[in-house]
């Protein structure tokens, strides 16, 4: 049975002593989460994630989700209930603005939270997640009468919502789309086509399911520009919100998945079923990026969760084997055999994933943040600033903490040997869950791509240079602590290496555009390596700063924070030289093979 | 349905115009594989490969194996036909003694077949592949009654076998093992005890299966010195070889796994089963491990195999994708959009896995035929130095080639987007079937620790010094030739990276072991990146050469071959760096943090 504990100290060490949480207490909703209710909400929060959702983990795997010969589908034994307790928890709407029935509480608090449930089942919070995503795309593009319609159900949780961007012959390039809307005369208009991997497209716990679908509306130009955004109902909704009809909306099959077993992923049907526009005329794409920014952020923080209790099970297993001996002689000579844990190739894997795990937390947590204030601040310049470095990372979240999350997962599961290969030991199920991350919401390499091709240069390259400067900033007014020049040095290297490969790009990428895509994935890969070294470096100054303080019988904490900090110093940064000499090749060797010669 | 064409022309590239096979002609064997009998045997094995054992690989990881209530196991439909095939055309004996039946061809010539056939049906390939490392078990250290009792049947195919080490307690740790074995007085021994994750264990497509198992005869010492070596048929043979009772040993269960479903995965079971000491007493382990380093390039072969095959889907699918346009305009503009194949990123990733899928390739025949000439040459010098190399690169073939064939299958299935993640399409088994070639036969990181532990100091570091020497000659040899200067600059940057780690290896792991396994997973991939390249620089050597002898119209495979191994200098070798600085930074780190602080 695979164990889980909510790593609730490190999100408040992160929250409080890293982030300065406090700090924000003017932007609204923050008021609300003072400290201690943080701590009382990451706290019941991990103990639904540990009690309720932990247990049904396997089974979700096991069971799958079965559709049924009238196209409905049941999710697995324990789910529905589970989902309820959620719901009337108040999580869904934990961060939702009050109007609506939510709580109004920071996006960051979400996020802290969510990681815990991710970790102990990614497939049943996939259900809120799409209806989150839903909420935000509604709340930001709908009309009064919208809102008023659907968010109020979709918060308390009794509907749910879904995403229906992919068709068969189209994923990457919407473009393509054939989905088409025919306008009735009177605001609604018919829906016409086929759509497939629609999470939670169908399924059991909720009363009604908000499809959000891009359809092109008969005589819209062709490709991207043609492309709006419509509400279809499972069931009709009347003016007084009362269910009415069926509509003509269905689960064609269910996908045989790797994993995620637990989640519906549906082909759907819509056959001249009924929608409502959502925000303009062919600008469905925009306002479908409402939904697909915050996402992404929530993908990103799938991978981090993954790579957490993959963490936690093998850190617990190589505690519990006992085979062999230390190669610095018997640590136990009472047992058989030493436990694992004494190997340093085992500590080292450990130490890898642990190294991503803490710093991706931070990051996950220092973006949500920036979330909060591009949302909620009255301060102009905090919000551009915030609302920069949000745009500018949301790739890099994505694609590396989901990269980092699989990988993680896979060595995780390489510490249980024969054991990781067997379903029951549930180190199988981390790894197949985890790869999706990296597909679906634009898979990686489209991350990559949005990172170099669009987010580098908007504004002339603000965002990015706001964010050298200020973690060059950071190295330079901390370079006389010696406690922290470990830290520094290491992050300040790491810098140089993604300044000159932006650099590179700007000098060779503008006029051959290749070269930007095939420094891409490298480029993505080394902007983690220097913002999670930059979180390294925050904590490790906030862990110096609170040990000097008095660390309050926390002094272990500080001791590992700052010791795996180092590992990711001595170890993982040195990363980011390979990956700008990578970058620096250019795009030549690979563009000059021809296609058949592949 | 996946697609896959056997690489015979690389192939034979490697084999005539890199190895220089035709050179080994006077070892017994390889006369009778003139050039024309390699490509008759090649292109037949392709073909059983594409057209047997291809169609059946989806339906062997969709109908898994099933036990039933009697304890018998059927493998998926079509599986026990295709082997039939295989037996028949005589491909299980390709390599084994004439003198039973064998046709004594090459182990190179083996090798090289045998990757078509586990690209095409890794799970299927695994019941003769066995067979095979329980053949070779029972010909080094059998007695003659036993050779002939048990070996022209298995060489036939008409009985496999298996290899039965792991138990629920010890996998790594043979020592710990407790299954027991009770002299009879009449040179028999009563065997009891579990084993589990035998491959093959129990199946329904021979008449017999020799089970060659671990056990301590009573009295014995403990730890590995009390481990003998046992046969265990599962039906009793009698003199004249005609089976007689069933033996109590039975299949408990069948494991469920990630992968590699068409295998029947089994948990043994030993009740006072008759079985017949191999080898001397408490000399199992050195027997188990004539079987043991076959088994481990057989599997670092699958590793190499999983990479192709993944490779030739993903360029396929590239091929005919159509999404999106070329970052320097549309490729295609008569289409609705470009096939993704014109992307810098996706030819970087293909590319990627290619040019490891080449070298691997060459890696693998040039490690056979070391195997060959260390086990059929009468010339002592050669013996030494081939059988040197052998030993010093098993575990680099077996850790890096999966661990890579993994990786690479990966990011083949992220080609396909979404569709990589639906098992319909194929890419989801490469990635779960080739995890398992990272975990069985000693898990990756004990091939590390092998390599620097045990392989690096043998006879005062013979081997390696030898193979240093071997690359260093390569390149001062060849620096003249501008031709090749690419290459070679590339190998000798890798090599003296690889130089300097061994170096730091023995001035600092000798005094502090736990240096030597915080750098042991680094120091195989570093190993296996130079001797990656060096078959880079060995091929391009080949490829510029042949192409200055008139390339025959080979122009277009000797172009794609230069560029390839190109790529591989420019965007994989500098990784050497990378490796030798994460070597350098020691054990400290990792061995510091306390156990209960993980």
Known sequence: MPV????????????????????????????????????????????????????????????????????????????????????????????????????????????????????????????PGLTQGAVAAIAEHGTDEQKNKFLPKMIEGKWTGTMNLTEPHCGTDLGLLRTKAVPQGDGSYKISGQKIFISA???????????????????????VKGISLFIVPKIMVGDDGSLGDRNPVSCGSLEEKMGIHGNAT?????????GYLIGKENAGLKAMFV????????????????????????????????????????????KKADPIIVHPDVRRTLMTIRAFNEAGRAFMLWTALKSDIAHKSDVEADVQEADDLLNLVTPVVKGVLTDKGFDHAVMAQQMFGGHGYIEEWGMSQYVRDARIAMIYEGANGIQALD?????????????????????????????NNEELTLYTKGLKKGLNDLQASTMWLMQNAMAKPDN???????????????????????MAKAAVEKRAAGANGKEEFLAAKLLVGKFYMERIMPETALRKTRIETGAETMMELAEEAF
Chains 1, 2 share one sequence.
């Open 4 to 127: 889980f504990k909510a790593p609730v100290d490190d999100t408040l060490f992160i929250l409080n002593d890293v982030l300065g949480y406090e700090r924000y207490m003017n932007l609204p909703g923050f008021a609300d989460a003072s400290p201690d209710i943080v701590e009382a909400v990451l706290q019941e929060g991990a103990r639904i994630a540990e009690e309720v959702m932990l247990p049904l983990n396997q089974v979700g795997d096991q069971e799958g989700c079965v559709r049924h010969d009238d196209a409905s589908v049941t999710t697995p034994k324990g789910f529905k209930e589970a989902y309820k307790q959620y719901c009337e928890g108040g999580w869904l709407g934990l961060a939702a603005s009050p109007e609506y029935g939510g709580q109004g509480l920071p996006y960051t608090l979400h996020t802290a939270v969510s990681e815990y449930m991710i970790s102990a089942n990614l497939s049943l919070l996939m259900y």
């Open 201 to 223: 497209g169908e399924h059991d716990m909720s009363d009604n399911i908000i499809h959000l679908v891009l359809a092109r509306i008969e005589g819209a130009p062709e490709g």
């Open 266 to 274: 549906c082909v759907m049907n819509y056959d001249e079923a009924t």
């Open 291 to 334: 939904m697909m920014n915050e996402a992404r952020l929530g993908v990103g923080l799938q991978g981090q969760a993954m790579g957490e209790i993959a963490y936690q099970n093998a850190v617990a297993y190589a505690r519990e084997r006992l085979q062999g001996r230390s190669l610095s002689g018997a640590k136990f000579p009472d």
């Open 451 to 479: 990172l170099v091709g669009r987010k580098l240069g908007q504004n002339g390259g603000r965002a990015v240079m706001a964010f050298f400067k200020e973690v060059g900033d950071f190295c330079e007014e901390n370079r």
């Open 516 to 538: 930007a895509g095939a420094a891409s994935t490298d480029y993505m890969h080394l902007f983690g390596l220097v913002t999670l070294g930059y979180m390294w470096a925050l």
